[in-house]
């Protein structure tokens, strides 16, 4: 059975009682999480796909850290019936694969509507708009130079000026944006309420059998009893203003490029900061879920250390 952070809590990969899952290029890095074994069985080709959830990145840092394609799909898009809860309001079932053909392969046979899952939606019946090629001037955004954060990593900084220029060689037309909507939405995940859903999905097991938890998910998912229900209505109304806010910026651009995260981290650096670490892996992903976009994690090359680099349309 693939490792994951427990309750898939968490980014990196290293929060398990069964201890930390290895990246698949260098072991002493992490893997990315929560669906850290789901990922490294794909890229060490164990496997030619597999499923993971995603609730605020666990489908697409894994797949970026790893080399490999993360499918976020529309919430609703795939089932989660059976599926232990994060954030039920957030969670969906992700596709790891080799390929963006594999995972759109695996995506065609995984879908459908499901009467038996509350946040299932019924996707026939929904139009969905098909992005134009660059052929056709297809305008991607990318977030203004002074709003992108990579917290000192030259590396992943120069892999994403080279993944800009490579979507301008493909006749991409690069239009910058102003990306604070969905950095402000990004951080009320985890500075927010909805750290109560993840309480609420586990509140009998932290009642019962805290002992059993790893020691970094407890502390966090103990925080969700803390939040009023002032507040929870609070952070709604704010994400709806951004939501409007990001919505402008739509009218721009026909995709959003952004990295699929700002850095890496060796498995020692993240269990000597464990909380602030996690948090900086999220800049990029949070924003998806809350904003209910689908996205797709693919390779874009490496690190002059040979590790990978990964953006997210």
């Known amino acids: 059975k693939p490792n994951l952070d427990q309750f898939a809590t968490g980014l990196v990969g290293t929060r398990s009682p069964y201890g930390a899952c290895p990246n698949a290029f260098d072991p002493t890095y992490i893997s990315g999480g ?70 759109e392969r695996v995506l065609r046979a995984a879908e459908g509507f499901d009467a038996e899952d509350e946040y299932s939606r019924d996707f026939a019946r929904i139009e969905v708009p098909v992005l134009p090629s660059p052929r056709e001037g297809a305008r991607i955004g990318v977030p203004r130079a002074d709003q992108l954060e990579f917290f000192g990593d030259d590396g992943y900084a120069k892999a994403f000026e080279d993944a800009i220029t490579r979507a301008r060689s493909l006749g991409w037309k690069i239009v910058e944006i102003d990306f604070e909507p969905f950095k402000e939405a990004a951080r009320l995940l985890y500075e927010g309420p909805w750290l109560a859903e993840r309480y609420v999905a586990l509140e009998r097991f932290v009642r019962e059998r805290a002992d059993a938890m790893h020691p970094v998910t407890r502390a966090i998912i103990q925080r969700g009893a803390e939040p009023s229900a002032a507040q929870a209505f609070a952070a709604q109304y704010r994400l709806r203003q951004l939501k409007r806010r990001s919505e402008a910026v739509w009218e721009a651009i026909d995709a959003l490029m952004v990295p699929t995260a700002p850095s890496i981290y060796t498995i020692a650096e993240v269990n000597a900061d464990p909380i602030a670490l996690n948090t900086r892996l999220g800049t990029y992903t949070n924003f998806v879920n809350l904003l209910d976009l689908a996205a797709v994690a693919v390779p874009a090359g490496f690190r002059s250390d040979g590790l990978p680099f990964g953006v997210t349309l």
Not at 67 to 90: E, Y
């Open 34 to 103: 929560s669906s850290s074994g789901s990922a490294v069985a794909v890229a060490l080709g164990l496997v030619s796909f597999s499923l993971g959830t995603d609730t605020a990145g666990s489908g697409r840092v894994p797949a970026a850290f790893n080399n490999i394609v993360g499918l976020k799909p529309s919430c609703g898009r795939l089932s989660t019936r059976g599926v232990v809860p994060a954030c039920r309001s957030l969670d969906c079932v992700s596709i790891f694969a080799l390929t963006s053909d594999d995972a």
